[in-house]
């Protein structure tokens, strides 16, 4: 256990509903990034947030893709409108910052059916 | 544009043989580098990183990493193996410490008894 928690573990929806899920980061850890994982190849970086501050957004963050981290604590990552294609693992790292390294949550497994 | 590449997709070898795993990264600075190993269905372990100084790192679980700038590489070993670490074992770059990461699609490590 990193530290790093993530909920659900596991969900399955159906195509086209919306999805959210959140990660909780270790209490003094102001960096936060979310990951995605498909079968056979390695994260891919989706975004990242500076305490609240959203800095940066992958381009495979489509418009139906939305992340919040409310006052710099617990982050959550929307997916609207749900695809196929967005069945992944969905990771969360947190960090202290510069000089320090990242811990992982144990992912949230997303199936489309 | 930051890439890593691991040739090895899959490796078997005997318990109590050697290992080396094969990273190879392309970076327009000098490289934040890191090993991680990935259970089934969990999140990712950092094993070891290289910043700065000594070329040789050592990492947990007995492992150790060498960074060669003129062969752009950065190749995980271990002496001895042992069942427990079979898994699946990723090479990442990083744009500092604290920043996002790009990982390699991994390599599957399975030990035979």
């Known amino acids: 256990d990193t530290g790093v928690s993530q909920n659900p573990r596991h969900k399955i929806t159906k195509r086209g509903q919306n999805v959210t899920f959140r990660c909780d980061p270790i209490?003094?850890?102001?960096?936060l990034y979310w990951y995605r994982q498909t079968l056979g190849q390695g994260p891919e970086f989706l975004t990242y947030f500076q305490n609240e501050a959203q800095l940066e957004k992958s381009r495979l963050l489509s418009d139906r893709f939305s992340a919040e981290r409310p006052k710099g604590s617990f982050s959550t990552l929307e997916i609207q409108r749900t695809e196929q294609g967005d069945s992944a693992m969905y990771l969360c790292?947190?960090?202290?910052?510069?000089?320090?390294?990242?811990?992982f949550g144990q992912g949230t497994r997303l199936t489309v059916v | 544009a930051q890439s890593v590449t691991q040739p090895d997709i899959h490796i078997t070898v005997s318990e109590g043989a050697s290992l080396e795993l094969r990273c190879n990264y392309s970076?327009?600075?000098?490289?934040?580098l890191f090993w991680y190993v990935q259970s089934p269905g969990q999140g990712l372990q950092l094993l070891l990183k290289?910043?700065?100084?000594?070329?040789l790192v050592q990492g947990i679980k007995g492992f150790e990493a060498e960074f060669k700038r003129s062969q752009s590489s950065f190749n995980l070993r271990k002496p001895s193996v042992h069942w427990s670490d079979a898994a699946e074992y990723f090479c990442a770059v990083g744009a500092g410490i604290g920043g996002k990461s790009t990982f390699g699609d991994g390599t599957t490590l399975t030990v035979k008894p």
């Open positions: 970076y327009g600075a000098t490289p934040y």
């Open positions: 209490s003094e850890h102001n960096r």
């Open positions: 290289y910043f700065s100084g000594d070329t």
């Open positions: 790292a947190t960090t202290r910052g510069e000089g320090s390294e990242a811990f």
